[in-house]
């Protein structure tokens, strides 16, 4: 773990602010996860931490879910990078150590998603973010992450005791980086459904986790890009969740390149993939998420 923090503040550096919080991780739940089978760091959800800071600091935070078809994470390329990347633009970032297939099953890793969401919501006003300006971010299983929040929410517990629970797990936006979406034929990413669900899930749970089956006029605006010939998670997982937010009525933007490996992050290396980051920086300036916070973290 100290690893990890030490790459990340190196990462952030190029785009720190005067003023800038440093980069801290916290557990979601500090005296043992739900369902917890251990006590080692695969066993405890973790968020780090990323506030934006200076004169280029606005009211947004984004949740980013690193992918990794639920059996790893790819915390780099897919997690501290977007982090240095979202900072860059003002906002504050929020990198998620979720649990991981196969020791651990459906629903505890939308249970982790979720209770991040309420964690970075009730603590808004601390970060200096507006609490309903709370996006996610999701790649490849990530994103199938990010988008089960967006279409399995709810509303918070209202005879909870802990005021984390109380907040709504409702993302306010979405942005899906080559998702896997559906968990049946013939698109689904057979290895991210076997990670979450076992080798033979059963039917109505399959249903379950097939995003684009449960989206509704509530599914949060999204942002999806995906590449024509990703030989990993097919094109049309972004496909069929397009078509279903247009059909509810959801504010969406789509971008499919022609060519491009799966897996690319911001695709830094890649003259024409690299501009897709651009592009998802004038949807988030159309949204009026790049807005300066009226208020700064203490």
């Given at each position: 773990?100290?690893?990890?923090?030490?790459?990340?503040?190196?990462?952030?550096?190029?785009?720190?602010?005067?003023?800038?919080?440093?980069?801290?991780?916290?557990?979601?739940?500090?005296?043992?996860?739900?369902?917890?089978?251990?006590?080692?760091?695969?066993?405890?959800?973790?968020?780090?931490?990323?506030?934006?800071?200076g004169?280029?600091?606005?009211?947004?935070?984004?949740?980013?879910?690193?992918?990794?078809?639920?059996?790893?994470?790819?915390?780099?390329?897919?997690g501290?990078?977007?982090?240095?990347?979202?900072?860059?633009?003002?906002?504050?970032?929020?990198?998620?150590?979720?649990?991981?297939?196969?020791?651990?099953?459906?629903?505890?890793?939308?249970?982790?998603?979720?209770?991040?969401?309420?964690?970075?919501?009730?603590?808004?006003?601390?970060?200096?973010?507006?609490?309903?300006?709370?996006?996610?971010?999701?790649?490849?299983?990530?994103?199938?992450?990010?988008?089960?929040?967006?279409?399995?929410?709810?509303?918070?517990?209202?005879g909870?005791?802990?005021?984390?629970?109380?907040?709504?797990?409702?993302?306010?936006?979405?942005?899906?980086?080559?998702?896997?979406?559906?968990?049946?034929?013939?698109?689904?990413?057979?290895?991210?459904?076997?990670?979450?669900?076992?080798?033979?899930?059963?039917?109505?749970?399959a249903?379950?986790?097939?995003?684009?089956?449960?989206?509704t006029?509530?599914?949060?605006?999204?942002?999806?890009?995906?590449?024509?010939?990703?030989?990993?998670?097919?094109?049309?997982?972004?496909i069929v969740?397009?078509?279903?937010?247009?059909a509810a009525?959801?504010?969406?933007?789509?971008?499919?390149?022609?060519?491009?490996?799966?897996?690319?992050?911001?695709?830094?290396?890649?003259?024409?993939?690299?501009?897709?980051p651009?592009?998802?920086?004038?949807?988030?300036?159309?949204?009026?998420?790049?807005?300066?916070?009226?208020?700064?973290?203490?």
């Amino acid at each position: 773990m100290l690893r990890r923090i030490s790459i990340l503040f190196l990462t952030l550096a190029s785009v720190a602010f005067s003023e800038t919080p440093l980069p801290h991780t916290i557990l979601l739940w500090p005296e043992g996860a739900p369902g917890a089978q251990g006590s080692s760091e695969e066993d405890q959800p973790a968020l780090t931490i990323c506030l934006a800071g200076g004169e280029q600091k606005v009211s947004t935070g984004v949740l980013v879910f690193p992918g990794g078809g639920y059996v790893h994470l790819a915390m780099d390329h897919e997690g501290y990078q977007i982090a240095a990347w979202l900072n860059s633009y003002g906002i504050s970032a929020f990198v998620l150590r979720y649990r991981l297939g196969p020791k651990y099953r459906h629903p505890i890793e939308l249970g982790d998603a979720q209770r991040a969401i309420r964690y970075v919501r009730a603590h808004a006003s601390e970060f200096g973010i507006d609490p309903r300006r709370i996006g996610v971010w999701g790649f490849s299983a990530g994103g199938h992450l990010a988008s089960s929040t967006g279409t399995h929410f709810d509303n918070g517990n209202a005879g909870s005791f802990d005021a984390i629970e109380l907040q709504s797990s409702r993302p306010d936006f979405m942005i899906l980086a080559y998702p896997v979406i559906t968990f049946t034929q013939p698109f689904m990413h057979r290895g991210s459904r076997d990670a979450l669900l076992g080798f033979t899930p059963e039917p109505a749970l399959a249903d379950l986790l097939s995003n684009e089956r449960h989206v509704t006029h509530e599914t949060p605006p999204s942002f999806l890009f995906h590449t024509s010939d990703d030989d990993v998670v097919p094109v049309e997982n972004s496909i069929v969740f397009y078509q279903a937010l247009r059909a509810a009525r959801v504010p969406v933007e789509m971008h499919i390149y022609e060519h491009g490996p799966h897996g690319v992050g911001l695709a830094r290396d890649d003259p024409e993939l690299s501009r897709w980051p651009d592009l998802l920086a004038a949807w988030l300036h159309k949204r009026r998420l790049l807005e300066r916070a009226s208020t700064r973290a203490r």
